[in-house]
């Protein structure tokens, strides 16, 4: 066994009751706080940002196959079509990642109910069109059997509590062509709920009512949503449909340049976690560096003997750096399993609330991430360690006949 880690190890068990003990279970508190800090937010903004993305793909998918927008706004052309192309569609089905490929229709809608109205925007979607597992549906999903289009609809939460409607409930639309209104009177089939602004402004139709409404053959469309198993291929895809499968006037966008206020705001709180965990990182690493200077002083005598006796500097350095070592590993385990209870606890009852209309959701999300916990632990040890190696000079100060004539 290596000589200087035995006499750490056994140092720090021959330390019950003394000044000593004391402060390195202050040391492994302070740690153990430390990581455990770090862990949970890190948890926290992870969870932050994949609940958002995932509502937002949730309802809007992945990538956009739309007409050009020379403004770069990628806003809609209405009142210009493209026309379903089943063999481009099939095309982009076939794209590793792609799970579906979805025409739609949208265009901006006045819905009126109980003398009230809110302005929306209607998307009109065919059968093959589902809500993700991250969008709250209730009540039914549209019904299509009709032959000519399907007289439902579905809301939003937050725009039927505007609207003081429920399911079952006819609302009347008020489509604005040509400077004249046409009107349609629509049942609502369902309810959705992001707890997004900018979702909540959409409503769920047939495709064949806006198709009609703006005098459209049944082949016309504003687009393709294509959705993918994994946002982090977004790019990839986008580009594949780009330079290989559509030609002018279509483009392919991501619902990250689509939207990317929110995805800039997201950057915001990774960076607001960054500074977090550099501080708490700097604090563990000047707690231990205290502590060992601590011990160096209190231990001062220990120190002057192992010298007398022989002992190179490098390895009563060591001493104190695997004191340093265990106390971190000590501290780190502690912080774990600190973070962790606190994470289940926020994931099983929701301890934790926000306001929805600030951020999006009810309770504060957690999300863990096993190798995020991995590199929190390992690079704190290794900081701990080699931050260490400046305070134990101080072994050199200190004159085995000064410090024994004490004894």
């Known amino acids: 066994m290596n000589l200087s880690f035995f006499i750490a190890r056994r140092y720090l068990i021959k330390q019950k009751g003394s000044f000593s003990s004391f402060i390195i279970r202050l040391a492994i508190v302070a740690t153990a706080l430390s990581v455990a800090v770090m862990i949970v937010a890190m948890a926290v903004v992870t969870g932050f940002n994949s609940a958002i993305t995932d509502k937002l793909y949730s309802f809007t ?29 099939d095309s982009i089905k076939m794209i590793p990642h792609v799970l579906a490929v979805s025409p739609f229709v949208e265009l901006p809608v006045i819905v009126q109910a109980h003398g009230e109205v809110e302005g929306i925007a209607l998307k009109g979607v065919n059968h093959d069109y589902r809500f993700a597992k991250g969008i709250d549906v209730s009540g039914k999903l549209i019904d299509y059997s009709d032959t000519f289009y399907s007289k439902q609809i579905i809301l939003s939460q937050t725009t039927a509590e505007r609207l003081n409607v429920n399911i079952g409930d006819t609302v009347q639309l008020n489509f604005l062509q040509n400077s004249l209104p046409r009107i349609r009177r629509v049942k609502v089939s369902g309810l959705y ?21 703006n005098n459209w053959t049944a082949d016309s469309i504003n687009g393709y949503q294509v959705d993918l198993d994994n946002e982090k291929h977004a790019d990839t895809v986008a580009a594949f449909i780009h330079y290989n499968l559509i030609n002018a006037p279509l483009e392919a966008y991501t619902t990250a340049e689509n939207y990317s206020f929110i995805f800039d705001w997201l950057k915001l709180q990774k960076l607001n ?102 590199l929190i632990d390992i690079v704190t040890l290794f900081l701990c360690v080699l931050c260490m190696w400046l305070p134990t000079l101080y072994i050199r100060r200190i004159q085995p006949a000064k410090v024994l004539q004490f004894k």
Not at 63 to 72: F, G, S
Not at 193 to 213: N, P, S, V, W, Y
């Open 193 to 213: 709920h992001t707890g997004m602004e900018e979702m909540d402004k959409f409503a769920i139709c047939d495709i064949r009512l806006l198709q009609r409404i």
């Open 61 to 89: 998918g992945h990538v956009h196959v739309v007409p050009y927008d020379e403004t770069n706004s990628n806003a809609l052309n209405y009142s210009e079509p493209v026309y379903y192309n089943r063999k481009l569609a």
């Open 273 to 374: 976690g960054v500074i977090l965990l550099v501080i708490m990182a700097a604090v563990s690493i000047i707690n231990m560096g205290a502590v060992l200077l601590i011990l160096m002083v209190d231990r001062a005598m220990m120190i002057g003997l192992l010298k007398a006796l022989g002992m190179p500097f490098e390895t009563t350095r060591n001493i104190f750096l695997g004191i340093a070592a265990l106390v971190g590993a000590v501290g780190i385990l502690v912080g774990n399993l600190f973070a962790l209870i606190l994470c289940w606890l926020q994931l099983t009852f929701g301890l934790l609330k926000l306001p929805e209309a600030a951020y999006y959701m009810k309770y504060v999300p957690v999300k863990i991430i096993w190798w995020h916990v991995a």
